[in-house]
T-cell receptor
């Protein structure tokens, strides 16, 4: 099956810093989705991207769908303690609607 | 507008028993997905269903696991003769017919003792 490489695996940053994480794939996707998961909860959809080159913001979050359709990044500006969690990228396969997930980026914020 | 509803949230089963996990999709959503998450790991695709139809079950173990999404009622993920390795969080997600926005439920945590 398709593989998504998500990096970094984890980050420990100072409150107020900006954060960047990305995902790359060996195959193209129709849609890129970014989720955040907190302990004991399900993934919550943060941003959805539907077109190559699309740049979308949601508050302090910004994500882009790469031109090649094989990558996406998520930026968080001015991090705060409640940004702590695991961030997952997910790509939707061209054939069928199945979502393939990255392994996640664990974000910790020092206040 | 209710989100994706999963129950039970927590389930404990002894080895050899059966586990049934239920998922009601968001209103207007006709597609359901099941994912499994082991501790400290990402989400692994199991199965993708529409009403009365399995679209993709490439992630389902060949034995003991089955899923259905009947015309009426919730989707059910059934695990027969559970073993300790089945202990995990099982997440259901749903999407509208276009399938390009997928929302997750809060998960069902299965513990096999």
């Amino acid at each position: 099956g398709q593989q998504l490489n998500q990096s970094p695996q984890s980050m420990f940053i100072q409150e107020g810093e900006d954060v960047s994480m990305n995902c790359t794939s060996s195959s193209i996707f129709n849609t890129w989705l970014w989720y955040k998961q907190e302990p004991g909860e399900g993934p919550v959809l943060l941003i959805a991207l539907y077109k190559a080159g699309e740049l979308t913001s949601n508050g302090r979050l910004t994500a882009q769908f790469g031109i090649t359709r094989k990558d996406s990044f998520l930026n968080i500006s001015a991090s705060i303690p409640s940004d702590v969690g695991i961030y997952f990228c997910a790509g939707q396969e061209v054939a069928g609607n199945k979502l393939v997930f990255g392994a996640g980026t664990i974000l910790r914020v020092k206040s | 507008n209710a989100g994706v509803m999963q129950n039970p949230r927590h389930l404990v089963r002894r080895r050899g028993q059966e586990a049934r996990l239920r998922c009601s999709p968001m209103k207007g959503h006709s597609h359901v997905y099941w994912y499994r998450q082991l501790p400290e790991e990402g989400l692994k695709f199991m199965v993708y269903l529409q009403k009365e139809n399995i679209i993709d079950e490439s992630g389902m173990p060949k034995e003991r696991f089955s899923a259905e999404f009947p015309k009426e009622g919730p989707s059910i993920l059934r695990i027969q003769q559970v073993v300790r390795g089945d202990s995990a969080a099982y997440f259901c997600a749903s999407s509208p017919p276009t399938g390009n926005t997928i929302y997750f439920g809060e998960g069902s945590w299965l513990t096999v003792v």
